[in-house]
């Protein structure tokens, strides 16, 4: 990426191993994310050409000397985040604190969209897939690197509990995700606020109840309507611009918790009486660390019960990443996966 | 209060029952709030005068025809916001938010810093204590009004555990009953920033292992040192004001939670990627729901266990207690005691 708007497909050198705990992987599926739109917005000239991309499936092409438990030709899934998985942070599922840890794209290693990547602590990172899994269920699976582990995250960060009542904001991968999980934790009532009928019907499939399209004041004043003017006791917020920040503030309980996994496009927002405080509402969440949520959220996409990968509903080639992006930027994608 | 820094006291006509859900207390002790002085600090003469106080222990004088089990001639302690007690807010243990509840020294009901006063919901929000309780008692039995629930309500939303590491911000009244709710929920280490050593000797009593008298960026480098660069993973914030909430921010470990009871001077702040959101930081905390705390926290203080009345250190007529704003603004008196 080289600045706003300016994606390109360039020919780079191979990585190779450069740390012994290092791992090759050629990668198999990748995707655009909702978080790429950022940059994809907001990058300066002066702070391109960046690699992107940190969402991936893959087969395992190199090892470090220091990693076991994993073999060449090994299907993997990685993390958006790699993590060493066994630093305090890492045990107590916090990979995205990990002292060892770090991002795709950023510092020396390479982004994810992309033929191959270089992935640092290979051993704590990669996640081993059954040999001559179904290709069918490779979306479903790709989404555990980010999408679906961010919004479970966002569901299991607000503490949602059998009989609870969630509002979600945001129709993208992540917040339809977090109603999926919201749903498989046990909400009674999930509203997802979203204006795109195509991606609220999927939510609809993934178990929302209600479907809110206002936004702002009035999306706020729906939501209480429907709440008998409380709010609901979790919000999910998966869009991570201000407005979205302060629908949730609107629509959440008192008591109750914002858990906020979009990434936010402000530093400073509402936290005093008036907002946060006065109803001692929570605030939570940050960048998932799907690392910690990938065994448990397993079982249930090799066997097909569910089906996060519905997500995806454009596939590209590399060279026509660029495509993918303005697809999504534009809203007619509304995740954009990579073949190879 | 008629404006910053000026308090009088007036003859005021004694209240009467207005409502039957009400009763007429008749005060015995009434105190100073470190939240009183916020008001001494900003009030505009425009929004004075207003009565003032929100904390009392007294007599029951009168009671509105639906009130039942209290009786003329009981003891009682009011917790500072007065509430139902059976509404969904109030069964949740979130009496501040009670649709029939409110604050004393706001639309028509006077504040505790009188000889009486009339206590909406009276039978939801006055407590019984026992008859002919030893006066000694009264100063520890008077901080359940607030500052000891307060304190308390830092810990209990920070979810404080047997063996957590905990950093108190702020050596008033609260912030040391944060330090001794810490102790009680189990914390091995508790760290209190506070500058007043006679403050902090009280913290070290109450179960304080660790005093930090740097602030600001010295402050948080001094916590960080003392915790392997981690910080803590609780932060109980007992100031209200930007710079506390800064501090906050600086000290509290990744994963970690921060909890606010210190009134916010303060709407906006830092809640972004480089604040909470990165670290997964969550925030929580408000204005204390003490009425939910006074049952479990009332044995330890009537059987002299624990001693939360320590932090007053000085008391005063009702005719003085302009001295005793003076006093407490200027950091002289720690909590200023009113007796009758």
Redesign the interface.
């Known amino acids: 990426m080289y600045e706003a708007g300016d994606v390109r497909v360039e020919d780079a050198p191979d990585p190779v191993i450069e740390q012994p705990t290092d791992a090759v992987v050629r990668v198999v599926r990748s995707c655009v994310c909702g978080s790429d739109l950022h940059p994809y917005h907001n990058l300066a000239a002066a702070d391109g050409p960046a690699p992107i991309g940190h969402e991936f499936i893959g087969v395992v092409e190199e090892l470090g000397s220091e990693v076991s438990g994993l073999d060449r030709g090994d299907l993997v899934v990685s993390p958006f985040a790699f993590a060493d998985n066994t630093c305090a942070?890492c045990r107590?599922g916090?990979h995205?604190?990990c002292p060892n840890g770090g991002w795709y794209g950023n510092g020396g290693v390479g982004g994810a969209q992309a033929e191959a990547v270089r992935v640092p602590q290979a051993q704590g990172t990669l996640v081993k897939l059954p040999a001559g899994v179904d290709e069918g269920l490779l979306p479903s699976l790709l989404t555990l690197a980010d999408v679906y582990g961010t919004g479970y995250h966002a569901a299991f960060?607000a503490g949602v509990e059998p009989g609870d009542s969630v509002t979600v904001i945001g129709d993208g991968a992540v917040g339809l995700l977090a109603v999926l999980s919201a749903g498989e934790l046990g909400a009674e009532r999930i509203i997802l606020m979203g204006r795109h009928k195509d991606r609220t019907d999927l939510g609809r499939f993934f178990g929302a109840t209600d479907v809110v399209a206002e936004r702002g004041e009035e999306g706020i004043a729906r939501v209480r309507e429907m709440t008998g003017g409380h709010g609901t006791r979790a919000v999910l917020e998966a869009v991570g611009h201000l407005p979205a920040?302060e629908t949730a503030v609107g629509v959440v309980r008192?008591?109750g918790v914002i858990s906020?996994v979009g990434?936010?496009q402000?530093?400073?927002?509402?936290?005093?009486?008036?907002?946060?405080?006065?109803?001692?509402?929570?605030?939570?969440?940050?960048?998932a660390?799907v690392r910690a949520y990938i065994d448990a959220l397993l079982p249930a996409v090799l066997d097909g019960s569910l089906e996060p990968g519905r997500v995806f509903d454009r596939t590209v080639t590399l060279d026509e990443v660029p495509d993918g992006y303005r697809a999504m930027d534009r809203r007619e994608a509304l995740k954009v996966m990579i073949t190879f």
């Open positions: 942070y107590e916090l995205t604190s960060r920040y008192p008591g906020r990434v936010p402000y530093e400073d927002a509402p936290v005093g009486f008036g907002s946060l405080f006065g109803p001692n509402v929570s605030l939570t969440g940050g960048p660390p």
